[in-house]
């Protein structure tokens, strides 16, 4: 018999809005598209034993937060934004752990490219 996963994963990917992060002026003053993705760590055993929604992590709830958390700011830096964005899931979810990827396909790169992405991983104290 194999060893139970200490923890389940929700994932919510694509939570979209516009904010007013980075480090020159005009990304400041216009804004732009930003995309987060979430991976939840915690254990979905209460939930799928009791079908309600007491249970889980409601995703209404947790996108809305993140949306906030994107127009808020602004920020230098999309670390930053990330890191704000683990704090808030953490304390108001509870999760085990969280990992939080923060796109920026419109960053100010004289190159061509398709994205630019922060992915960071915080534990609960």
Do not use: C, N, W
Not at 21 to 47: I, Y
Not at 68 to 81: H, M, N, S
Not at 114 to 121: A, E, G, S
């Amino acid at each position: 018999m194999s060893a139970t996963p200490l923890h389940d994963t929700i994932t919510v990917t694509g939570i979209t809005a516009t904010g007013y992060h980075g480090v020159f002026e005009h990304e400041k003053r216009d804004g732009q598209t930003f995309r987060v993705d979430l991976t939840l760590h915690t254990s979905t055993h209460l939930a799928a034993a009791s079908d309600d929604l007491r249970d889980t992590i409601d995703y209404g709830a947790l996108a809305q937060a993140v949306v906030q958390e994107i127009e808020a700011g602004p920020y230098d830096l999309i670390e930053k934004l990330a890191g704000v964005i683990a704090e808030r899931v953490l304390s108001e979810f509870s999760p085990a752990a969280v990992s939080v990827s923060v796109h920026k396909p419109q960053a100010p790169i004289p190159v061509p490219f398709d994205d630019v992405v922060i992915t960071i991983y915080r534990e609960r104290a």
